[in-house]
Structure formats: structure tokens, C-alpha cells
């Protein structure tokens, strides 16, 4: 991050903390150790609710859940939203060290949950993920199941379906050489205009100059068979996503035995965690209870 540590990184903190600031709570923020870096999380709850911990999608860090929270998700759950090591957030990468496989994700999750107290083998957790966070989770369920209570999957991507050419073509500009200009003209395309969380919004311009880094990419997961056929699941889709069809997701995800699967209509990818926030958490917190 030391490339990023100008004024622009300044910026970046000024939006952080401000859309940090509109979370119910107020949150708890800490820095957690793990062989890849130390990792914000910053939780918000009551204390002592059953733990929900949330991953974020690729570059949103984890104040993209910020309308989810103040529509409710966190008013029976102590949830802990974590920002992805080597991606815009408050993280810090190891010097030398950086994830690279499905494997060190699982690595760097155990150490992340290890610092949050939420002990292994006990099956206490919920892990929700969004978009790139869903795909991390999902591989996360199939390595350590038995330490996973339920797996929430919102709009997973490259999870039940690939994405779709025209969708990766379109941000490939926005990923090579993002600008804050075009990362508002890929979301307003994405999202048909829809009406984004100004604060996230800014959060998210901001981090256009951020280092960038390599995602883990690999394998498609597969819930709902092998080492993970026992964590229940949960998959949300935005019925009108760009990225890849969501009718096709939802019928894979369909045929996993008890999977419980809820296709939102007329809401978008990005626009997902926002203008289906109420909807999000509605079905959420139907299956959580």
C-alpha cells in the first residue's frame, strides 16, 4: 500500500471512514494477523448474537454492505464484514507473501476466524459472501465444512455459471486502467442507473489508483457435494445481472439437495447489495431463523 500512501490515499480513508460512519452501531474495527497480511474487519451487532461473517465482492471492500446493515442484517447477528487482503480496504498485504490459490484463501479465512475467536471445529459460523466473496466462501465450505454452520451466496460469481463475454469485455478497460470515471460508467451500465449508496459510491472512485493486485482466480466450487455437502445454503441471484445469467445459476444451484435458492427480479449485480438491500435481508433473515 505504500505506492497508495498520497494524497489519493487520503481520499481513499476520508470516504472509508465516512461511509463507515453510517453503519448502525456504532462498529467495531480491529486488525487481525494472518500469514498474508493483517485484516480489517469491522463488526456491528449485538454482542454475543450468533456470528455471521461476510466477504465482500472484488473491489468493493467490506462497505459494500453498508445498506444490508442498516436495513437490518445485523439486528439478530453479530456480523463481521471483512475487507479482502490485497484488495481496496483498510488490509495490509504481507511483504513477500500473497494469496495465490483457492488453498491460501482457505489458510488466510482459518486465521481470520481464529482472530475473531470463532474457534475451529465448532461449526459456529455463517459465512456469507458477494459476488468474487461468494466464490472465495464457496471454496472455503468445500475445504473446512466443519466449521461452518450455513453458507449465505449472493449473486456468487463463477460459481454456478460463468460470466458472460460482452460483461467481461465491458470492464476489462475499468480493470486495466481504472479511473473513477470509468468505474462510474461500468456500474451505470451494469446497474441501468440504478441508484448506488453515495457513500460506497465515493469509496469506490476512491480506489481507483489503489495497488492493484492479481485475484485468485481457479476451479469453479461446488457446494452441495463432497467434503461440503453438509453446510446448508443459501443462494440469492439478481434476476437481471449483466454478468452471467442468473436463470442458469439459479437452476444449478436448484439442484442441490436442500439448497434453498430466491432469484430477486429486475435488480442487477452491482446494484445487488443496494436497491435489493431490503430484499436481501428479508430473505436472508427468513433462513437464518
Do not use: K
Not at 453510517?22 to 474495527?29: D, L
Not at 480491529?30 to 456470528?51: C, D, E, K, Q, W
Not at 467490506?62 to 445498506?67: F, Y
Not at 470509468?182 to 469509496?203: H, Y
Amino acid at each position: 500500500m505504500d505506492t497508495f500512501r498520497t494524497a489519493a490515499y487520503e481520499d481513499f480513508r476520508t470516504a472509508y471512514d465516512a461511509a463507515l460512519h453510517q453503519w448502525p452501531g456504532p462498529p467495531g474495527a480491529r486488525m487481525i494477523p494472518t500469514p498474508y497480511g493483517l485484516t480489517r474487519v469491522n463488526s456491528t451487532g449485538p454482542a454475543g448474537a450468533p456470528p455471521l461473517v461476510l466477504l465482500p465482492g472484488g473491489g468493493t471492500s467490506s462497505l459494500v454492505w453498508g445498506a444490508c446493515l442498516r436495513a437490518g442484517l445485523a439486528r439478530e447477528r453479530r456480523v463481521h464484514a471483512v475487507d479482502l487482503v490485497g484488495e481496496p480496504g483498510m488490509s495490509v498485504p504481507a511483504e513477500g507473501r500473497s494469496l495465490r490459490t483457492a488453498a491460501d484463501l482457505a489458510e488466510w479465512l482459518d486465521a481470520v476466524l481464529d482472530g475473531l475467536g470463532l474457534g475451529e471445529g465448532e461449526g459456529v459460523v455463517e459465512l456469507g459472501g458477494y459476488s468474487y466473496g461468494g466464490w472465495i466462501a464457496a471454496h472455503y465450505a468445500a475445504q473446512r465444512p466443519e466449521r461452518l454452520r450455513r453458507l449465505v451466496l449472493l449473486d456468487p460469481t463463477q460459481v454456478f455459471t460463468g460470466l458472460r463475454p460482452g460483461y467481461v469485455a465491458r470492464a476489462l478497460p475499468m480493470l486495466l486502467r481504472p479511473t473513477p470515471e470509468r468505474i462510474r460508467s461500468f456500474l451505470a451500465w451494469e446497474t441501468g442507473g440504478a441508484p448506488l449508496d453515495p457513500a460506497w459510491l465515493r469509496v469506490r472512485t476512491a480506489a481507483a489508483g489503489f495497488p492493484a493486485t492479481r485475484p485468485v482466480t481457479g476451479a469453479r466450487p461446488v457446494p452441495g457435494v463432497g467434503a461440503g455437502a453438509d453446510v446448508p445454503l443459501l443462494a440469492v441471484f439478481a434476476g437481471a445481472a449483466r454478468c452471467h445469467s442468473a436463470a442458469r445459476a439459479a437452476r444449478a444451484a436448484a439442484a442441490i439437495p436442500g439448497a434453498v435458492v430466491d432469484v430477486l427480479p429486475g435488480i442487477s449485480h452491482h446494484a445487488l447489495p443496494f436497491t435489493g438491500a431490503v430484499e436481501v435481508v428479508e430473505a436472508v433473515g427468513r433462513w437464518l431463523a
